[in-house]
């Protein structure tokens, strides 16, 4: 493959990964905030022997999101879970095959799918202005439901920055890079 499409395709990977970084420190932050709404409620529950709904919903959501939007963070840190039992002996090559199929076979249709079908999800809950049906509930439910298309676009980048990379390692002939 041309040297200069390399450059490009390593270009535009290098740009989804520095986009997925950011998110990733951002969205980090969500750990320290859920752990101190936990703090507070576990406090609030059994010294004080009160409770607010509101706080317990909200930290479902903050765990959903932060789960959610953490997923393609993961994967550029190639963090994710792998059954890792040939992968790990492979070469870097072998691995740039494995990665590629995986993208394309499996993530890449993944996201899409997650992506299409809860764009009603979300566009639904937002026109009926849904919210908590528990008394003192958090209002405006589609604003997690949102996360979810959210969490999976930015997932279906880092596939590509993955399926790219892969494209990368695969063509370049460079013998200091195998």
């Not at 990733?24 to 936990?38: D, K, Q």
């Amino acid at each position: 493959m041309n040297y200069s499409i390399l450059r490009i395709l390593f270009k535009i990977s290098s740009f989804i990964d520095s986009a997925v970084e950011k998110s990733g420190r951002y969205i980090s932050w969500l750990t320290t905030i859920l752990v101190l709404l936990v703090c507070y409620d576990v406090a609030a529950r059994y010294l004080f022997k009160y409770s607010i709904v509101a706080v317990q919903e909200l930290e479902w959501h903050i765990f959903a999101a932060l789960f959610l939007l953490g997923a393609s963070y993961t994967l550029k840190k190639d963090q994710h879970v792998r059954v890792d039992l040939f992968y790990s002996k492979f070469s870097e090559k072998q691995k740039a095959i494995v990665n590629l199929a995986g993208t394309v076979l499996f993530l890449i249709p993944f996201c899409l799918i997650i992506i299409i079908f809860s764009k009603n999800f979300v566009v639904n809950s937002f026109l009926m202005g849904e919210s908590s049906p528990d008394p003192g509930g958090l209002p405006a439910r589609y604003i997690i439901k949102a996360v979810l298309p959210l969490s999976f676009f930015i997932l279906l980048f880092q596939g590509i920055s993955l399926l790219l990379k892969s494209v990368i390692t695969l063509f370049n002939n460079n013998p200091d890079s195998n």
